[in-house]
């Protein structure tokens, strides 16, 4: 290993193992450490691949009074990799904090490719993808409907993530700031069995999942203004 690289961000699989990559398995046996967002999930990946490591409970409660003791570790010439529950570090997950501390500090940071939710969801949308912004989880409460009114308007794709429990209300909320006939698309538990693209209009849609038990991690793309 490259003992100059002081973190290294690990994407891991959204669903489908198969998407582990040799190289973030290689990384993940020989680091001092992983810090991890859920230890629980994280030991049943690692079990899985046969990866013995210490883990490191990281996220987004703690990662501000763990912060110090990461840093200083770093510097004692420990090498670490930080993995989220599902997908790339940093993206909707912890991560920004310790990668920008490790910058600061002038220590050597190095991110893997490899899963991420959203990407596979956009460019299977059938929406432009040339040109796109990444929102992610809108406010829940406060600044949510002024968010929405900001973005209505902006002539790029809009990627969303969303919670299945509030699906339909997003997409309401939508269609009250966009307009019904704005094309889109719904992307749920990607990799998995039960994946679902589920493309047409918002007001599609919205008849096709109101009413409906949606489970799993959400991808909502929507087509920008004209």
């Known amino acids: 290993m490259n003992r100059i690289t002081s973190l290294y961000l690990i994407p891991t699989p959204i669903g489908n193992l198969e998407d582990m990559t040799q190289r973030a ?7 001092d450490f992983i810090l991890s967002e859920d230890t629980r999930k994280t030991g049943i990946l690692l079990k899985h691949f046969n990866i013995r490591n210490k ?18 570790r770093l510097q004692s010439g420990e090498v670490a990799a930080l993995v989220s ?8 997950d912890p991560g920004f904090l310790l990668v920008r501390a490790c910058i600061r500090e002038g220590m050597e940071v190095e991110t893997l490719p490899g899963p ?16 796109f912004l990444f929102v992610g989880f809108l406010p829940h409460k406060k600044g949510r409907q002024s968010k929405l009114k900001e973005l209505s308007t902006l002539p790029y794709t809009l990627i969303f993530y969303e919670s299945p429990f509030r699906l339909s209300k997003l997409i ?3 269609i009250e700031h966009v307009g019904p006939d704005r ?35 959400i991808v909502v793309i929507v087509e920008g203004a004209r």
Do not use: M, W
Request: aromatic fraction near 4%; proline fraction near 3%.
């Open 183 to 217: 094309q889109a698309s719904v992307s749920r538990e990607l990799t998995k069995i039960y994946e679902e693209n589920v493309r047409g209009s918002l007001q599609e849609l919205s008849e096709h999942f109101t009413g409906r038990d949606v489970k799993g991690e």
């Open 55 to 72: 883990l490191v409970s990281h996220h987004q409660f703690n990662e501000h009074k763990a912060l110090a003791s990461v840093i200083s």
């Open 116 to 131: 991420s939710a959203f990407i596979p969801a956009l460019v299977n949308s059938g929406i432009p993808c040339d040109s």
């Open 85 to 92: 529950d599902a997908g790339t570090p940093g993206i909707s």
């Open 172 to 174: 309401t909320q939508l």
């Open 25 to 31: 398995i290689r990384v993940l046996k020989e680091v």
